[in-house]
């Protein structure tokens, strides 16, 4: 699973490389093996991992979790993957350093999401990286914005960013057809390692396959109408690929205390829907959904959107898995 120690997985040096996302494999080498192999990975690492496979593959930078995880499932030991996105973080709208930008220009392929990071959108424009871009949209079809997007109400930035929800990975299945088109790309840039690609990609999109069955089980159990509320709609495309109901909790600042007037319809809503929880994202402050919940009665949970890793232990398809749990335990 995505992870620094997975040979061929290979991110940049600091300031691109958390410190604290290394420093597990570093431990691991001083304590099991002494230190001479401690000398050696360190070595290695900062060399940026040139002993493995995956150095003179080429090389994919992505922007958010959920493109990350596809892309290292397909590059396997074969390619490496760079993720501009750090962990906790909000990806929305990153900044790109000088280091990044020239790390954009070297890569092999450049995997972006429209409406999402208008600074690498601006990067392969104005570096002419265009042979190397792909833009997923050009592969699976996007939703358009959801209209409580908490990233965009309220600034000048939704024009510019144009009209399509960028969320697309929490649709295991459309994760896989992207996943596809990264190995067809990536076979075409190293066409001496395009069986491995393929082979990756397949299994891949085998586990996304019985990832989605899996999903599509769980919350088939449950019947009636399935609604949720959430503080960053960052879940349309799992509502509408199992048949759930997002309803954003809009015209809300995430970090501000909602008007009393808010309050009143959102508990409108959820006397209306008879709902129990009021979800909230992980990477945003839980202040409103607490406070809404205190206010309506209704429990607070979390919801992970997968825009960073938030856990090195947790996956996407384990946290797709635990999403669930919880959605499936608000309606019973
Ligand atoms: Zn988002």
């Known amino acids: 699973m ?7 997985h290979v991110t940049l040096p600091s300031p691109l490389h958390p410190a604290s996302r290394r420093a597990p494999s570093r431990r691991g080498l001083l304590t099991g093996v002494g230190l001479t192999a401690a000398a050696l990975g360190l070595a290695a690492c900062g060399a940026g991992g040139k002993d493995d496979g995956g150095s003179d593959g080429p090389t994919v930078i992505v922007g958010c979790y959920g493109l ?3 892309a290292e499932l397909v590059a396997g030991d074969a390619a490496r993957v760079v993720n501009l996105a750090k962990p906790g973080i909000d990806p929305h709208d990153l900044e790109l350093s000088v ?8 890569a092999d392929l450049i995997v972006t999401i429209p409406a999402f990071q208008a600074s690498v959108d601006d990067a392969i424009s104005s570096k002419g990286l265009q042979d190397a871009h792909l833009d997923v949209s050009t592969v699976v ?9 908490g990233h965009d109400e309220e600034t000048e930035e939704t024009e510019e960013h144009g009209a399509n929800d960028p969320h697309f990975w929490n649709d295991p299945t459309l994760l896989a057809t992207v996943g596809d088109e990264i190995s067809a790309r990536l076979g075409k840039i190293a066409s001496d390692r395009s069986d491995t690609f393929t082979a990756n990609a397949k299994q891949a999109h085998e586990d996304l396959d019985t990832l989605d069955a899996d999903l599509a089980k769980a919350f088939d ?23 759930l109901e997002q309803i954003g ?40 959904a607490e406070t809404l919940a205190k206010n309506v009665g209704v ?6 959107n997968l825009e960073t890793q938030l856990s090195p232990d947790t996956d996407y398809a384990a946290v797709m898995r635990e999403n669930c749990k919880k959605l499936v335990a608000s309606w019973t």
């Open 2 to 8: 995505p992870d620094d120690s997975r040979p061929g």
């Open 68 to 70: 990350s995880y596809i």
């Open 99 to 106: 280091a990044e930008v020239a790390e954009l220009e070297k």
């Open 141 to 149: 079809d996007l939703l358009p914005a959801a209209g409580g997007h």
């Open 221 to 243: 159990e449950v019947d009636g109408p399935k609604p949720f509320v959430t503080s960053h709609t960052a879940f349309a495309y799992l509502a509408k690929r199992y048949g």
């Open 249 to 288: 909790i809009t015209g809300i600042d995430p970090e501000a205390e909602p008007s009393p007037k808010r309050l009143l319809q959102l508990r409108d809503v959820i006397d209306e829907r008879d709902l129990t929880t009021v979800f909230f994202e992980t990477t945003a402050s839980p202040k409103v």
């Open 299 to 304: 429990e607070a949970e979390e919801l992970d």
